[in-house]
């Protein structure tokens, strides 16, 4: 197939519907399904709904449920962060960051179907397939999100970074409909139980990812350079990053804005991993079933988000980049506020509805952003988008284990949201000292 070039619009077509293909994992596994199936496998409740246990034991300890799974969900982070630096040295150069992608998209969809034999008894077995799915979503991440500066222009990067998210919520929303149809209507497809359709749900989820990322895959390029690997190639992606590091006294700009990022992003992604676990333990579902609601809840954010993430790329066309995601995180700072009272379901899909609007919109935005503050005539986009993952993994590493510590101690999701209103105030003071270049309309941060 001939190679496309830059800006035309199967390419970017084709790099977007990445987003359509793996977007699955962050609504089956992370926000949706995976929740709702762990929460009942290690949660004990009476006849009443009331929590009578709520412990797991895992390696001879006892754990808070949600600080365990938010333990494990830190540790792949932290390993995704030492692996990115690696593994984009290695890309950039000697050009094969696709084939890249393409691992750690298998690696990912494939631990996605082993999650069908998670159970208490081989514990072990389920945390390993989360651990490994996590890593191969991330690390996949790092290898798509440094091709936007190659397929796209600067003018082109807010829309088409927007419309990858966009595509990614509504994929992952037509195949959480197809599960949750499953589910709910197990006794008509024959099933004996909710159980097996549920598990099902993560075999579809990992098919899904590798079916639909072959489109992606036939039209993006293999990569900018071509050389040999050689043993000293394993440590380029650490001294390319410190060498991005010793730049960033020289951009203020770029070293301002990644601070603010690396301190707004910890908490919206803590957020958005946690979220479901919030709704299960800390709402009083009465005699609604938990299960629909928490579905229902996430749908909603899912298709509010795609409405968030092009109202906002439309908005920073407007008003700037940087403005933008100063008034994105103080919508923030209101949600958080607004979610350490809710006790109701009706109250959960007024914060689900909010957060929708703000998440599709501050991912989209950030990510375009850090695009376009670029050095000009960048080679080494890999290793550029690896920093920025790395800062990102790093913070939801620090967001994760403080989440668990304070679950843990308190015994409620609760106090963790409210504490994480800090991160989104110190996002907004750090925003506002990020100087703004460009002032033409198009280019405008």
């Known amino acids: 197939m001939n190679v496309l070039p830059k800006g035309h619009k199967k390419l970017l077509r084709a790099w977007a519907f990445y987003d359509w293909a793996n977007s699955v994992y962050s609504l089956v596994i992370s926000s949706a399904i995976f929740p709702i199936f762990y929460g009942a496998l290690t949660i004990v409740k009476d006849e009443n709904g009331a929590i009578l246990k709520d412990t797991v034991d895992f390696l001879g300890i006892s754990f808070n449920n949600d600080s365990l799974i938010s333990y494990v969900t830190a540790i ?14 290695i890309a950039d150069y000697v050009g094969n960051k696709k084939n890249f992608l393409k691992f750690f998209c298998y690696l990912g969809a494939i631990s996605c179907i082993g999650l069908f034999w998670f159970n208490l008894e081989q514990l072990w077995f389920g945390l390993l397939c989360y651990f490994f799915a996590l890593i191969g979503f991330w690390a996949s991440l790092v290898f798509y999100n440094s091709y936007l500066p190659d397929i796209a222009f600067p003018n082109q990067q807010d829309k088409v970074s927007a419309q990858g998210f966009s595509l990614g919520y509504i994929g992952s929303v037509i195949l959480l409909i197809i599960c949750l149809g499953m589910i709910l209507n197990y006794e008509a497809l024959g099933f004996e139980s909710e159980a097996l359709p549920t598990r099902l749900s993560f075999v579809l989820t990992g098919l899904w990812w590798i079916g ?24 380029n992606g650490f001294r390319e990053l410190r060498g991005i590091w010793i730049s960033l006294k020289h951009n203020v700009q770029l070293k301002r804005y990644l601070i603010a990022f690396f301190v707004y992003s910890m908490a919206v992604q803590t957020i958005m991993l946690i979220a479901t676990y919030f709704g299960i333990e800390e709402l009083e579902w009465g005699e609604q079933d938990a299960t629909t609601g928490l579905i229902i809840s996430i749908l909603l954010i899912q298709l509010v988000a795609v409405l968030g993430a092009t109202l906002t790329s439309r908005l920073a066309i407007k008003f700037g980049n940087i403005k933008i995601l100063i008034f994105i995180n103080l919508i923030w700072i209101g949600i958080c506020g607004y979610a350490f009272f809710i006790v109701s379901p009706q109250q959960f899909y007024v914060a689900a509805a909010s957060v929708g609007l703000v998440m599709g919109g501050i991912q989209s935005l950030s990510r375009s952003t850090y695009s376009k503050m670029l050095p000009k005539n960048t080679k080494d986009t890999a290793s550029y988008f690896s920093f920025y993952d790395v800062a990102e ?37 750090l925003l506002l000292r990020v100087p703004i270049k460009n002032p033409a309309l198009k280019d405008r941060m």
């Open 212 to 235: 639909f990322s072959q489109y992606t895959y036939a039209y993006l390029p293999k990569g900018n350079k071509k050389a040999t690997l050689t043993k000293n190639v394993l440590f």
């Open 76 to 89: 792949a982070f932290l390993v995704v962060s030492v692996l990115s630096p690696f593994l984009s040295g």
């Open 393 to 429: 993994k790093i913070g939801i590493v620090i967001g994760m284990l403080l989440y668990g510590m304070v679950a843990q101690i308190t015994g409620s999701v609760r106090n963790s949201i409210l504490f994480l209103v800090v991160f989104f105030i110190a996002g907004v003071i």
